[in-house]
Structure formats: C-alpha cells, structure tokens
C-alpha cells in the first residue's frame, strides 16, 4: 500500500511540477501538513490526505494532535473504500482512543467495513458473519447511539444473506438427488428461520425428498419413510393449503398412502405365515 501512494505521489509531482502538493510533502511544519490534509480528507482527496496523514501518525504520537490525526486517517482508508485497511484502522482508533467522542463513529465504520467485503450468498460467508459481529458489538457498546437503527438495520440485510446462504445448500441437495441429505438440511432450515420467505417452498420440497427417498430405500425401511410422506404432506397442506405447490405434494401423499397399504398388507401377510 505504501509504494501504491508513493507512486501516486510521483505521479503528481512529475505531472504538477513545483506544485503545491509537492510543498507539503516538503514541508517540516507539522501544523501546516495537517490543515491541508484535513482540507484534501475533505475534498475527498484521499490519494493526497493519506501519505501526509500516514507520516504525521509518527510526528504527532503521544501529542494533543495524535487523536485527530489517526482519525482522519482512519477516515482516509475508508473513503479511499480499502476496506481491509480501514477496517483495522477504525478498529485501532477505537481501542486506542476508546474515550473520544469519535469512538462510536468508528466502531460503527469498522462494521461497514465488514458489511462491504460481505460477498454474495453464493460465496463463503466468512465476513458476513463477521460483519454481524461488528455490528452487535457496536450495539452492545453504543446501546443509545443514533446509529443503532442503522446497525439494526444492517444485521438483517447480513441475516438475509445467511438465510439466502442455507437456502441455496438446502436446495442443492435437493436438486442433486441427495434427498436424505436434503431432508436433513431442509428440516434444519426451517427450525434456523421458521419465518422465512422460502418456508412454502422448503416445506414442499420436505414432503417431495422424504417421498422420493422413501421410494428408493429398501423394503425393510420404505413403510417407516413413506410415512414420514404422508406427515409431512398433511403438515405442508395445513400450513399452505392454497399452495401452487399442493396439487404435486398431493400426488407423493397419494401415492405414499398407496405404498403405506400395499406394504402392510404384505406384512400382514408375511406375520400369517
């Protein structure tokens, strides 16, 4: 990152000359590199304010200026969206500076830092989770902030992301033919977010894999699984009985309940014998 900025920095030299930027860059007056470093944070120059803040975070250490100098650094990183950095940067200043009045702020953008390299769902949710954490552990510090509707707000966009997330393994296994896999996976999401926008859908896909999983265990096993159709059907219809999905449920009902009889009577049968 330092030779990124120092690039830059010989790109506007060579480009300006004898330019301003070029001066402070020179310049020993500590006082003078700070105002316009503040004056380029708040251009949103922040390929300029960045290499003069990095150098003052040393100058200024264990002095009255130090505070505002790692901040508008920290702010620096974040507007510049490294989110990385400025991620660990935000976080520092709140341990370091965790009285200051910029604190909260901080501790809110080291969040949505997270929230930013959050991936889609398709992806590891890794930083999802993370993000999650930031953010609660802003609330728990900030319980009265301003922003706390924001981070409240911010969390379930992650959750629906996580959901999303689950959804999608759920019906992978379903999709792949893996319907023991399936029913597990589909059950487990269902007790994880028993509100969700997907629960139609995943508990029709439920009474589909245990019927074509029944369908293809063995004798000893089927009457046990094609019961478990037939409960879950009557559980799917009762909750959703004006599903789009019904009439296809009904037919694995059906025909599980057929299954059901002809494989008791076989038993009872084979117990007479």
């Given amino acids: 990152m330092k030779i990124f900025y120092a690039i830059l920095i010989l790109a506007l030299v060579l480009s300006s000359g004898c330019s301003e930027y070029n001066k402070v860059l020179k310049s020993t007056d500590i006082d003078y590199k700070y ?4 004056e380029y944070f708040n251009k949103e120059q922040y390929y300029r304010s960045l290499p003069l803040l990095e150098e003052l975070i040393g100058l200024t250490r264990g002095t009255q200026l130090a505070e505002d100098v790692y901040y508008y650094y920290a702010r620096s990183e974040y507007g510049a969206k490294d989110y990385y950095l400025a991620n660990y940067y935000l976080k520092t200043f709140t341990k370091t500076f965790s009285n200051s009045p910029k604190a909260e702020e901080c501790q ?3 969040a949505e830092c997270s929230f930013q390299l959050s991936p ?7 930083d999802t989770k993370n993000a999650i954490d930031e953010y609660q552990l802003f609330l728990d510090k900030f319980p009265y902030s301003n922003l706390r509707d924001s981070a409240n707000h ?6 629906e992301k996580l959901e999303q997330k689950d959804y999608e393994i759920a019906y992978q296994y379903a999709k792949t033919l893996r319907y023991k896999a399936a ?20 508990m ?11 369908d293809g265990s063995v004798e000893e096993k089927k009457l046990e699984r094609m019961r478990s159709t037939s409960e879950s059907y009557l559980t799917f219809a009762s909750a959703f009985p004006d ?8 037919s694995y009902y059906e025909k ?5 009889k002809n494989l008791t009577e076989n038993q009872t049968v084979q117990n007479k014998q």
């Fill in 204 to 214: 029709y896909l439920i009474v589909k894999c245990h019927y074509l999983y029944a």
């Fill in 183 to 202: 029913v597990f996976a589909l059950k487990d999401f269902l007790k994880e977010y028993p509100d969700s926008k997907h629960k139609e859908e995943v």
């Fill in 120 to 126: 889609s769902s398709s992806l590891d949710q890794t």
């Fill in 243 to 250: 599903s789009k999905w019904l009439k296809e449920a009904e």
């Fill in 256 to 260: 599980s309940l057929k299954q059901v």
């Fill in 154 to 159: 911010q969390i379930q966009r992650l959750n």
């Fill in 108 to 110: 809110f953008l080291a």
């Fill in 35 to 38: 105002t316009k470093a503040v």
